[in-house]
Every structure is written in structure tokens, then in C-alpha cells.
């Protein structure tokens, strides 16, 4: 099982960015697909961003494309989310998590661990 803890939420203005940190440990992070998703109140959670073991492939949800930024550092077992020109419509929790594959971790088919979330609030 892998343990991943979020960092980097907060409140910002529209127009601001935020940098997420999803820090893991416990089993070898470069084996795992990762993934960024948000909750907001009253919503299912949606997946944001994933991205492969190496970061080589890489998808994003239509509603952030051009705005967001996933990347992976396998050497700090660490996945980050780079979100910028952020709108109010992007409050949520937002939670990284692990997959065998990006397909499975994409498709929300078999995720591995979730980690605690970070909240993230958009002001207008």
C-alpha cells in the first residue's frame, strides 16, 4: 500500500495559481501510474489529471486543458498539479491517488490508495 499525503491547497483569487504536492511512501512510487482528482460539494469526485509511471503520457480533463499541469518527480516520490488561471467553478477537494496503469487510474477502474485531500478555494 502506498501513503500519499497532499499539500499546497488554499484560497487564491480567480485569475491566481496554486502548486498541489501529492508526497508518497511505502512502496515504490515510480511503479504507479498518478492521478489528480477534485470533489466539490454535492458532486462526484472527477478525475483532473494523470499521468504514467515515466510522465510520459499524460491526460487532462477538458475543463483544464491549457490551464493545468500534472508532472512527476520519481526520484522524490512526489506528484504535482500546476494550476494556473484558476475560476471559481475550480473549488473542490482536490485528492491524488494511485493506479496500476493510467487507463485504471484515468478511468477511476482501480485505484490504488487515495490520499487525504487538499482543499482548494477559488474566490471571485
Not at 39 to 63: C, D, L, M
Amino acid at each position: 500500500q502506498v501513503q500519499l499525503v497532499e499539500s499546497g491547497g488554499g484560497l487564491v483569487q480567480a485569475g491566481g495559481s496554486l502548486r498541489l504536492s501529492c508526497a508518497a511512501s511505502g512502496r515504490t512510487f515510480s511503479n504507479y501510474a498518478m492521478g489528480w482528482f477534485r470533489q466539490a460539494p454535492g458532486k462526484e469526485r472527477e478525475v483532473v489529471a494523470t499521468i504514467s509511471t515515466s510522465g510520459g503520457n499524460i491526460y487532462y480533463a477538458e475543463f483544464v486543458k491549457g490551464r493545468f499541469t500534472i508532472s512527476r518527480d520519481n526520484a522524490k516520490n512526489t506528484v504535482y498539479l500546476q494550476m494556473n488561471s484558476l475560476k471559481p467553478e475550480d473549488t473542490a477537494v482536490y485528492y491524488c491517488a494511485t493506479g496500476t496503469s493510467l487507463y485504471h487510474v484515468t478511468t477511476m477502474k482501480s485505484i490504488g490508495s487515495w490520499g487525504q485531500g487538499t482543499q482548494v478555494t477559488v474566490s471571485s
